[in-house]
């Protein structure tokens, strides 16, 4: 096999590792995150071609590129296959303006992207080693049931979610506590933010060594890269032929991962004009763009749509180190990254509940597309995009806008503004009726700890 595409640490201070190795950890020990040492390329003659495969193909060649001599050929394009069986439809607003909907997964949320390729991913790994794992996560609402999920079942991998109770709704709960075997779900009277702290501080607690932890949050790189295919995707679809043309992409953020892709996707070589980031009320990102200093938001601001209710995206450090500068876990900023070439690539907005509710209103009036609130996010920061810039404001500019979860997992909302009930996926259906598994934890360290060292 070829030599292996290596990972180092944003953080700068552990050693370099290979796919499979920053896979299985999450987090480096320095507490950074792994990003691979050169960005794998594709050719615009590679993406033109992109246009005659079908998903699961583009898949493997990107994702190929990431685990050079990591994995035969033959062993990814099964596990590529078999995660990838749903549908991503790419819905026309209006001229060339889409919709890609990333919700027809088994949560019906875009997380299932990631979700199903890195629990795959690991499974094979850990099954080659002959290893086990313990996976700590925190969600605000999405991650928790994509995770289970895709992990539910596998023989060498137990799950432990921490969510806040307050802050999922009573589906997204019942995504995550129905399940039971190898997932167990513990229920804070907390933020996301404390849930997300519990476990970095397991992470780093000596103690816990002996459990073999590891993360399948955002920080994981093998959430990342599955992350950049469905950028290439939508562009090989919507793309003219015999064109040379940038698309316009607009991606509603919390920590940072599904637009991480989005950036890797450029990197590689995706024609983007601008990547639009659009955050609800916690708007810590726009306002470190246009300034240049970063304040996180402490505790995050609570907005409909919750699973971007973050005041400090975990994956920021990774987008600071691809601008050349370089921030610690903590948000501290030890080397400026090149603003200016990060606003000249990307755009940002915060976008207040009050206007995710009136997009999803105008959305639907205008051209009966049904926004749910983190999808509405992103399209008002399309819109307001195109409003401040004329000159691209073309009836031919392509501009794709992504809706990260299924409209019916927000059914009071949509139902209060729109007035229709948006139709249940099969794969949500039947949740009512199943029993629920969880457990209350109190937000400390020390009760959290002691849980772990008694259950595992
Ligand atoms: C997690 C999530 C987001 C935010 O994605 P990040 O990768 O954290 O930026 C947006 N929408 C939905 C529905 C989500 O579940």
């Known amino acids: 096999m070829e030599r292996s595409l290596l990972y180092y640490s944003t953080n700068l201070k552990a050693d370099k590792v290979t796919f499979s190795q920053a896979l299985l950890k999450g987090l480096a020990p320095d507490k950074g995150l792994y990003l691979p040492e050169s960005i794998p390329l594709i050719s615009p003659a590679d993406i033109s071609h992109y246009s005659k495969l079908h998903y699961y193909e583009i898949a493997f060649d990107i994702i190929r590129r990431f685990l050079i001599g990591e994995i035969d050929d033959e062993d990814l394009i099964g596990l590529i296959k078999d995660a990838y069986d749903f549908l991503i439809p790419l819905e026309k607003v209006f001229d ?31 099954k080659k080693e002959n290893k086990k794992l313990l996976i700590l996560t925190a969600t605000s609402g999405d991650t928790g049931s994509a995770v289970a999920n895709a992990f539910y079942g596998l023989d060498n991998i137990q799950i432990l979610v921490l969510f806040p109770r307050s802050e999922v709704t009573e589906r997204q709960r019942k995504q995550m506590t129905t399940l039971g075997k190898n997932v167990r779900i513990l229920a804070l009277d907390a933020k996301f933010d404390d849930c997300q702290s519990l476990v970095k501080q397991a992470f780093a ?21 599955p992350q950049i295919v469905y950028y290439f995707y939508a562009f090989s679809r919507l793309r003219l032929e015999n064109h040379q043309e940038e698309a316009i992409i ?18 590689m070589g995706l024609p983007v004009r601008k990547l639009i980031i659009a955050t609800n009320e916690n708007d810590e990102f726009p306002k470190y763009l246009y300034s240049g200093e970063y304040k996180k938001i402490e505790p995050s601001r609570n907005c409909i749509s919750s699973a971007m209710n973050v005041g400090h995206p975990s994956n920021l450090a990774r987008l600071v180190a691809l601008f050349g500068g370089m921030m610690d876990e903590k948000g501290e900023i030890h080397k ?11 755009y940002s907005v915060s976008i207040s509940d009050i206007r995710t509710r009136e997009t999803i209103r105008k959305a639907y009036q205008n051209y009966k597309l049904v926004l749910e609130p983190h999808g509405a996010v ?16 073309l009836k031919d500019q392509l501009c794709i806008s992504l809706e990260t979860a299924h409209p019916a997992k927000f059914p ?13 996926p099969k794969s949500l259906e039947g949740l009512d009726d199943k029993h629920e598994f969880y457990e209350d934890l109190p937000n400390n360290y020390q009760d959290f700890k002691e849980y772990l060292m008694a259950h595992f």
């Open 96 to 126: 060339r303006k889409y919709v890609m909907r990333l919700d027809q997964g088994p949560t019906a949320s875009f997380k299932d992207f990631a979700a199903r390729m890195m629990g795959r991913l690991m499974q094979y790994y850990l």
């Open 205 to 225: 607690d000596p103690d816990l060594d002996y459990l073999d932890l590891s993360s399948a949050n955002s920080i994981n790189i093998g959430r990342l890269v």
């Open 250 to 267: 607009a991606v509603p953020s919390g920590n940072f991962g599904d637009m991480m892709g989005g950036v890797l996707a450029m990197k």
């Open 336 to 346: 400026p990254a090149d603003m200016e070439l990060m606003r000249n690539e990307l």
């Open 378 to 393: 992103g399209w008002a920061g399309l819109m307001e995009y195109l409003e401040k810039n004329p000159e691209l404001n």
């Open 412 to 424: 009071e909302e949509i139902q209060k503004l729109i007035g229709i009930e948006p139709p249940l």
